[in-house]
């Protein structure tokens, strides 16, 4: 016998997986866990038996259920199941399944539609942080048809915007944990920084790499992997993190100077895989990090005038916009708002099975 959980496929601006309500799935969170592994089919590299696409990006699970802050219309759980190992990590948050959550938690009742457009504030319960997403609903219907287009994804579909608020120091306790702009980590200098997640920015050059090799390039250099491995562990300490071992954060960039017209140029691993494309809260702190002084990116920055600026990250498959609101001060830039563009689209809706001996269901 196999138990039937209610669940939705949809595509978060580049990842995508099952959405799920809270309410269907097991409230012990170990349960939950071997529950969310056995739905994707880890750990296995190719993830044959579940619904996993063998690569971090497609092995990704958002959890949703009603608000449990009066300033939120709905929260947001966000889980990584790893590909090729049994653990299941909801240390950080997902910007990109973020896309989704609005149209979802419309869909699924927890709120109403309004008629053109509905502002959806979701609690992303991972980090305790707030987002405001921006869902076209023409007639009181997620719309997903549009002209919008991000790097990573072909076609285009309905825009959502979306404003994430107070992200500084959300996993780590401040902006810098380490109160430096730069710290030494086996003789490699490193911006240690959180702006809504935890991440490790490294020049390139540092490590005798470009900065701009392929995906393929980068995960088929063994000696690059491992030794950014041994930075991230000791940068966990160093971070607030404790060992991070098993945990997906922090995230590893390598940057550059941007080769296409953008403001920086970004390799990225989650957390040692290269990403096709660049994570959406990891591109918030890699902007963040580009536009203050004394970091690892400021130098190679290309920045737009004023206080509000566009930088466009460079990334393997294309570009990825953050828009900054940034207020100078005497103790340097400040960051008072992150804007970001994404797209979601609901692929299918229905149940997926497991086996009975793992969860008998509710």
Not at 13 to 37: H, I
Not at 113 to 119: F, L, M, Q
Request: with cysteine; glycine share 10%; charged share 20%.
């Amino acid at each position: 016998m196999q138990t039937s959980i209610p669940c939705v496929f949809m595509r978060g601006g580049t990842s995508r997986g099952p959405f799920f309500l809270a309410s269907d799935l097991p409230e012990d969170k170990n349960l939950r866990d071997q529950v969310l592994l056995s739905v994707m089919g880890s750990p296995d590299n190719r993830q044959i038996d579940g619904l996993g696409g063998a690569d971090p990006l497609t092995s990704k699970v958002a959890i949703v259920s009603p608000p449990s802050r009066d300033d939120c219309d709905v929260d947001y759980l966000f889980a990584q199941v790893v590909v090729d190992e049994a653990v299941v990590d909801i240390s950080p948050n997902c910007g990109n399944m973020l896309a989704g959550i609005g149209p979802f938690a419309i869909e699924q009742g927890i709120l109403p539609a309004i008629d053109g457009e509905t502002e959806v504030r979701i609690h992303m319960v991972n980090s305790g942080d707030r987002a405001i997403a921006r869902v076209k609903t023409p007639n009181k219907m997620v719309d997903y048809q549009g002209d919008a287009r991000i790097d990573g994804v072909p076609g285009t579909s309905a825009p959502i915007m979306i404003d994430v608020e107070d992200t500084a120091g959300s996993f780590c306790g401040a902006l810098f944990p380490t109160g430096n702009y730069i710290d030494v980590i086996d003789g490699i200098e490193c911006s240690l920084m959180d702006n809504g997640m935890p991440v490790v920015a490294i020049r390139a050059t540092d490590l005798n790499r470009t900065g701009y090799e392929t995906r393929d390039e980068l995960n088929n250099d063994s000696e690059l992997k491992q030794q950014l491995e041994k930075i991230r562990i000791q940068a966990g300490y160093l971070m607030n993190l404790g060992d991070v071992t098993d945990n997906v954060v922090p995230k590893m960039f390598l940057v550059a100077p941007p080769v296409s017209g953008g403001a920086i140029c970004t390799r990225s691993f989650i957390p040692k895989v290269a990403h096709a494309s660049i994570g959406v809260l990891a591109a918030v702190t890699v902007a963040t990090a580009t536009v203050i002084p004394g970091t690892t990116a400021y130098d190679y920055g290309v920045l737009p005038e004023g206080e509000r600026k566009m930088l466009e990250l460079e990334h393997p498959t294309g570009y990825f916009s953050v828009e900054l609101q940034i207020e100078n001060t005497n103790d340097g830039p400040q960051i008072k708002r992150a804007a970001l563009l994404r797209t979601a689209r609901k692929i299918m809706e229905g149940n997926v099975y497991i086996s009975s001996d793992i969860w008998k269901g509710k």
